[in-house]
Every structure is written in structure tokens, then in C-alpha cells.
């Protein structure tokens, strides 16, 4: 029998001896601990006795009880910090207002739950040693997430912002929905041929195109390939400037080609762009061709920023709710932290028309 210290209670002695084992290396993570009918043969106590030294060393955090296994060596557990990080795109160094309203929802929030936002940098160049000086990380608006998660401590809580991850949870905007919406919105305003504009490439214009033409198919309004524009995405070195200027620019260029291509072929009463930086390009060269918005041509952007009152006429769009998304996300990833993995849920924000004088009804 192995020999314990008679001047403690004896619940606290072996407590005590498992762990100096523990702490000591002799037992390793993970290692079973003895059963309960082991421990009062091993030790000559009873029952509760054992109870009460597997419910210290839990306390403890020392060992862990896995149901219907046993008891065993627990990995210890992080030393929070107060701090939760951010991983973000190119477009978060850039003062856009997209991502300006993105980031006050998770500064807002982490102020709220007395925590320290950390910017660990973008996906091109975060510094990964900085995983050690934080809680938890937020990853917005990188269509790679899974890339960055394969890099991360396996321990560490993720939560990815406004792309869909599988292997983590995610809060999103349905995207999707919310090209229908603009699709339906326009419909109501007597529109029948609907226009869209999007880049080629990124994960989020290609959603929204799948909603603009399943909202058009849903009217039993066949989508005319002539209607749709699939334009060169920005390239990435483009991206180190001001977002919404380029957007603007590319927006602008595009649909002063389009006009060039045959626009007024199309007949086409409005036009679905794909972002609010955008649309406004698309209003400017409109109008600079002696084109009236919304008289002649309706535009209706997608995020709903502060931009859309910037202009004139002043743009009707998609609003995205990005606080209440960037809130959500910080609330899930404290969570993960608080009561350790979750399953990779996804939450997905609907959403709603920002009403503007750019569309008209015909």
C-alpha cells in the first residue's frame, strides 16, 4: 500500500501525492489515472474519499473526467490574457468604411468584455508568434480562412467573420439573400430587365451572382448572358491603395466599357453592381454619357455603407448589418474561449434594402 501523510486528511494527502506525480512529469498528459476500485485497494479509503481527491485535482484543472472512459492527466489549460486577436484583409489597413463599421462592432464589443483588440495583420502577413499574446483570433473577410486555421495552435479558439469556414465557426451575411433582395426589390419596381455587374473571381461576388440570377429565374424571367458583366478582378497590388477609391474607379471603367460594348442593346432599366464603391463608379459613368439615374437607368449597390449618402441621386442598396455581425462574432468567440470548442456553426445574418433615389419606378 503506498504510504501517505498522516497529518492531513487523507483525501488531501493523496490529492497531493497525484499531484507531485502530475506536476513532476511522472504522470504525462493524458495518462489514465487509477479507477475508483483501484484507488481504495491502492489506498485502503473508500469511496467518497476518492470522489473527494478526483474532485480537487479537477478543480485544480489538473485532471479531466471523460465520460464512460475514466479519469486522466488534463492538458493544461491557457493563461488568458485579456487580449483576442484580428487577422484581417489588405482592406482593413485602407480606412474603408466597410471595414471601418466591421471593426467598430469588434472593438466595441471586446471594450464591452474589458478585452484588448490585438491586429495581428492581414492574411499575406500575420505574424504568427503573436498567437501566444491573445485568447482567441478573429478572422475577417479572408476567403483562405482555412489556410490561416492549419497554421494556428490547434488549441487556440478561431471564429471567422463574413466567410463561411468549415472547420470553425463562422458569422456571416447571406449574401446570396441579399442579391435576391436587390433582384426582388427592383421587380417590385416594375423593372424586367435587370442588369449585373461583378468581378470575376472572389468567393463573395460569385454568391451574389447565384442570387441575382436565381431571383430572376424565381420571376420566371429568363437571364440574359448579354446582362451580365464578369469584369477583371482588382489585382492584389491594387489593393495597398484606398479600397473604396478603386472600387469606384473599377465601377466607373468597366461600365464606361460596357456602354462602349453595347450597353444599349441590353434594354436593360437597371443594374445590379456589385458593392457600394462600385455602383457609384457605374452612376458616375452613367451620367457622364448624358444617362439619368434612376430616370433612365435604376443602380442599387450591396453593403449599404455611408457612402450611399454621399452621392447624388443618393444610392438605394443591400445593407449589411457589419456591428451586429462583428458583435455576434466576438460574443461566439468568447464563448469558445470561456467553455473551450464548439461545433463549427455557422450563424448568417439576413438581409435588408437600404432605401435611395437611385431606382425609380417604371
Known amino acids: 500500500m503506498t504510504t501517505i501523510t498522516e497529518r492531513q486528511p487523507k483525501y488531501a494527502a493523496i490529492a497531493g501525492e497525484l499531484r507531485q506525480r502530475i506536476q513532476s512529469g511522472e504522470l504525462q498528459i493524458g495518462d489514465q489515472l487509477p479507477t475508483f476500485d483501484e484507488m481504495c485497494e491502492s489506498y485502503g479509503v473508500t469511496p467518497t474519499t476518492v470522489v473527494r481527491v478526483y474532485g480537487l485535482l479537477e478543480q485544480e484543472e489538473l485532471v479531466e473526467r471523460l465520460h464512460g472512459r475514466g479519469i486522466f492527466v488534463a492538458k493544461p489549460k491557457r493563461k488568458l490574457t485579456g487580449n483576442i486577436g484580428l487577422i484581417g484583409t489588405e482592406g482593413i489597413r485602407q480606412n474603408a468604411d466597410y471595414y471601418n463599421r466591421l471593426m467598430r462592432g469588434i472593438e466595441d464589443a471586446a471594450l464591452q468584455n474589458k478585452q484588448h483588440l490585438l491586429f495581428l495583420g ?5 505574424d504568427k508568434q503573436s498567437c501566444e499574446k491573445v485568447d482567441g483570433i478573429l478572422i475577417a473577410g479572408v476567403d483562405q480562412v482555412n489556410t490561416i486555421i492549419q497554421k494556428l495552435p490547434p488549441e487556440l479558439p478561431v471564429v471567422a467573420i463574413m466567410v463561411a469556414a468549415g472547420k470553425i465557426p463562422s458569422v456571416t451575411a447571406d449574401d446570396y439573400q441579399g442579391a435576391k433582395l436587390a433582384v426582388q426589390y427592383l421587380l417590385t419596381k416594375g423593372h424586367r430587365r435587370i442588369a449585373c455587374l461583378m468581378e470575376q473571381d472572389p468567393i463573395l461576388p460569385r454568391r451574389r ?8 429565374y424565381e420571376a420566371d424571367i429568363k ?6 458583366r464578369l469584369a477583371p478582378s482588382l489585382r492584389n497590388e491594387e489593393l495597398s491603395q484606398s479600397r473604396t477609391q478603386l472600387y469606384i474607379a473599377w465601377g466607373k471603367e468597366q461600365m464606361k466599357k460596357w456602354l462602349n460594348d453595347g450597353w444599349s442593346s441590353t434594354k436593360c432599366t437597371a443594374i445590379f453592381v456589385q458593392n457600394d464603391g462600385a455602383a457609384i463608379g457605374v452612376m458616375q459613368a452613367l451620367q457622364e454619357e448624358g444617362i439619368q439615374v434612376p430616370q433612365q437607368v435604376s443602380v442599387i449597390g450591396f453593403d449599404g455603407t455611408q457612402l450611399c449618402d454621399c452621392v447624388s441621386p443618393s444610392l438605394c442598396a443591400v445593407q449589411v448589418p457589419l456591428a451586429q455581425i462583428s458583435t455576434k462574432a466576438v460574443e461566439v468567440l468568447n464563448q469558445q474561449i470561456q467553455h473551450g470548442a464548439q461545433d463549427a456553426q455557422s450563424i448568417v445574418f439576413p438581409l435588408q434594402i ?7 419606378i417604371i
Not at 451572382?209 to 430572376?216: I, T
Not at 437600404?354 to 425609380?360: F, I, L, M, P
Open 354 to 360: 437600404r432605401e435611395g433615389a437611385s431606382v425609380a
Open 122 to 126: 492581414t492574411d499575406l502577413d500575420w
Open 223 to 228: 437571364a440574359d448572358q448579354n446582362s451580365i
Open 209 to 216: 451572382l447565384a442570387g441575382y440570377q436565381d431571383a430572376l
